[in-house]
């Protein structure tokens, strides 16, 4: 059983290093135009964010997978503090049927 | 006035804030709810904020991975995410979306790919709200027959359960999904995540609105283990989205950041809200979206067979999409609302009695 696991994991992280495009959601493929933002508009961190666009797609594609799951999880806890204060149990759910 | 409009820094144009929070809000509540992403309901409502279609998709993804890491793991604290079946689902996932991405290639190559696939969207569809409404059908006749006859009704009863065939396969290895309280052949999982992937590929979607129906219908999964199960899917797909379009240079993450307040807000009320709702009660839910998303997609087909009636019909079909979404949202809020009065009512009624 061991082994199974093992052999699924190692499938499923080739299967996600090897097919990053298959598992997108939404639409068509985005089309070959090149996009260049306009650094003129902006200055502090706005004119910082438009030139990482411009300079390296890559670094701003890191900073931005990097950003959004720990946005996502601050709102997350968060949400827990505030639900936990008004006096929900967030640990468990009575209704039990399919 | 100048307050409600940012500037947005890669796009370049000017939008209405409140009004992505909004979206959010909607998209939030009804995929915490259903176990969604809602890539359908957040295209049109962009468009209608003079979104530009090119950061349209990456945008949406990038909040969708937000907002279903955030319902993950609400879902996952009531235990409803079954993470082994999420994985090994991925792989079937995986290999359908390119299977179904080749299929779509193909279909441009002979020039027929738009037609064929609003017609298999809208076959889909009608399939998916007839196995929702004969399944809750067949289940009100077994609990009026169990009546009749004096017996007391099964909680647990449902309606279609052609789960129990499939688990009659024993292709090893077989597999015990604790969360979701069944075992079956590993590759029952791989088979169906295989065909929902494909069928997803084709529509050039993210597979949510048909994964949620299979994972309850043909694996077997209690209700709100397939919403949960399906958000922990929508998460990684949408990681993954978000990072290639991102690299195309096709999201607008300050865009992304206002929609994921509002949807954060939003997958709470959602994803709570299961609390209070019993199984068939989403189901119900779930399968009064699918129709009005189906009608949607057939005014959309209409207006490509009536030119003359176009603007008419493609507006009809974004306001009935913005309708529904506002419709579900106020509905899934106000029970979450009551459920939760409920609750906190009854806690404090529980201390008094001990004191």
Redesign the interface.
């Known amino acids: 059983?061991r082994k199974?696991w093992a052999k699924?994991?190692g499938?499923?992280i080739m299967?996600?290093l090897l097919?990053?495009?298959?598992?997108?959601?939404?639409?068509?493929k985005?089309?070959p135009?090149?996009?260049v933002?306009?650094t003129r508009?902006?200055t502090g961190w706005?004119a910082w964010?438009?030139n990482l666009?411009n300079e390296s797609?890559?670094y701003?594609?890191l900073v931005?997978?990097v950003?959004?799951?720990v946005?996502?999880?601050i709102?997350?806890v968060v949400?827990d503090i505030v639900?936990t204060w008004?006096?929900?149990?967030?640990?468990?759910?009575?209704?039990?049927?399919? | 006035m100048d307050f409600f409009y940012v500037l947005m820094p890669i796009a370049g144009v000017s939008i209405f804030w409140p009004g992505l929070i909004i979206l959010g809000v909607g998209v939030g509540i009804i995929g915490g709810f259903f176990g969604m992403g809602g890539a359908w309901m957040v295209t049109p409502g962009l468009n209608i904020l003079g979104f530009p279609m090119a950061f349209a998709i990456g945008t949406d993804i990038a909040h969708m991975a937000g907002k279903s890491l955030i319902s993950t793991m609400r879902h996952g604290k009531f235990g409803n995410v079954d993470y082994k079946l999420g994985v090994i689902m991925i792989v079937g996932t995986v290999l359908g979306f390119e299977v179904g991405a080749q299929m779509v290639m193909w279909l441009e190559r002979i020039g027929q790919v738009e037609k064929y696939v609003r017609l298999l969207y809208l076959v889909l569809l009608s399939l998916i709200a007839w196995m929702v409404f004969a399944d809750v059908a067949k289940k009100k006749r077994k609990d009026r027959e169990a009546v009749a006859a004096g017996k007391e009704v099964d909680k647990l009863s449902t309606g279609i359960e052609w789960h129990k065939t499939l688990h009659k396969i024993k292709i090893p290895p077989m597999v015990t999904f604790k969360e979701a309280q069944l075992t079956c052949s590993a590759w029952l999982p791989i088979f169906i995540s295989f065909a929902t992937g494909w069928m997803a590929g084709i529509l050039g979607i993210g597979g949510g609105l048909i994964r949620m129906p299979a994972l309850i219908y043909f694996i077997g999964c209690p209700t709100h283990v397939a919403v949960g199960t399906d958000l922990f899917e929508v998460m990684i797909s949408g990681l993954y989205g978000t990072a290639t379009y991102t690299y195309k240079g096709r999201t607008e993450l300050v865009a992304a950041l206002i929609m994921l307040v509002g949807a954060a807000m939003g997958a709470q009320v959602g994803t709570v809200a299961t609390k209070y709702i019993k199984g068939y009660g989403i189901r119900i839910a779930f399968g009064l979206a699918v129709i009005g998303c189906g009608v949607s997609v057939l005014l959309k087909l209409m207006a490509k067979w009536f030119p003359a009636w176009e603007g008419l019909l493609d507006g009809s079909a974004t306001v009935l999409i913005l309708g529904l979404v506002a419709a579900m949202s106020l509905y899934i809020g106000i029970r979450m609302v009551i459920g939760a009065k409920a609750e906190v009512a009854a806690k404090k009624a529980q201390i008094s009695v001990a004191k």
């Open positions: 059983m199974w699924i994991t499938l499923v299967a996600s097919l990053p495009e298959m598992v997108l959601a939404a639409g068509p985005a089309s135009l090149v996009i933002a306009d508009k902006f706005e964010w438009t666009y797609h890559f701003f594609t931005t997978i950003i959004i799951p946005v996502g999880l709102f997350g949400a639900m008004i006096g929900l149990d967030l640990k468990s759910r009575e209704l039990a049927e399919h």
